[in-house]
């Protein structure tokens, strides 16, 4: 079932990782899709595997902390297709891993600017478009900061990815009037290259004392770390009608990681 078709998706963060296998999900699914990522030679590729599965696809190098390169996007996707129904905010970064005391306040910027001001740029300049006809925006935010607060040195992220969480509330409030629907969804570990910069970044943490606990052995689920497709079939399902009277809600997707 083309659980898309004839839609329009703008993915950030579609390069790697969970963007990306969200991105090709709702391809083969109908959805054409605009790939936003800073790394235009990394969407190029998924571009060209959308393009074999039938579908479309439009490659937008842009940095979604910065508020005119949100802008741009999304004229140039109204400008290719004329529609837009799925905006997935997906783009992030762990940033700098550091203890309180010596994290630097223009890295904590840094992580702030682009994981949550990131989130409120591509939710408000979708806006326009998407309460013509509804339609349904998806955010990630993570477990790390909503449920669990085990990873030492990661204040700034947390932060980020809470805000999320608020925003994203408020978002869903706000919209509904439009039709618009705004849904959370907060993954575990999950195999990417963000959580291998984590862990490299996490040794160095080691040295310096800070006890860490890391997220291999802490899913009560068997197949650990979760992968990106997992986390696809969710973003699908938030996407299309099939969750149509579901808004504002938060979804965990972690393999009750964040139980234990
Ligand atoms: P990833 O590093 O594989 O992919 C993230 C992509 O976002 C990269 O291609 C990167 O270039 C892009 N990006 C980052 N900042 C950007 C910016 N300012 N503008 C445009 N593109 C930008 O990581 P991932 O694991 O797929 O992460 C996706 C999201 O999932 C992030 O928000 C992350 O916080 C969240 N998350 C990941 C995990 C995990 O374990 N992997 C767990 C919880 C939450």
Known sequence: ENLLQNQVALVTGAGSGIGRAAALRLAQNGGKIALIDLHKKNVEEVKNQIEEMGSEALVLEANVAHPKEVETCYKRTIDQWGRLDVVFANAGINGKVAPIEDLEPKEWDLT??????????TVK??????KKEGGSIIITS????????????????????????GFGKMAALELAKYGIRVNIICPGAIETSINQNTWKENEQLKKVEIPIE????????????????????????????QSNHITGSEIYIDGAESLL
Do not use: C, W
């Open 125 to 130: 300049y979708a806006i326009p478009y998407l």
């Open 142 to 165: 993570s477990i790390n900061g909503n449920r669990i607060y085990k990873n030492i040195g990661m204040s700034a992220y947390s932060t980020s990815k809470i805000g999320q969480m």
């Open 214 to 241: 890391y997220p291999e052995g802490n899913q009560p689920l068997k197949h650990k770390p979760g992968k990106a497709e997992q986390v696809a079939d969710l973003v699908l399902f938030l996407a299309s009608t």
């Open 112 to 121: 702030i600017s682009n994981n949550l001001t990131s989130t409120f740029l």
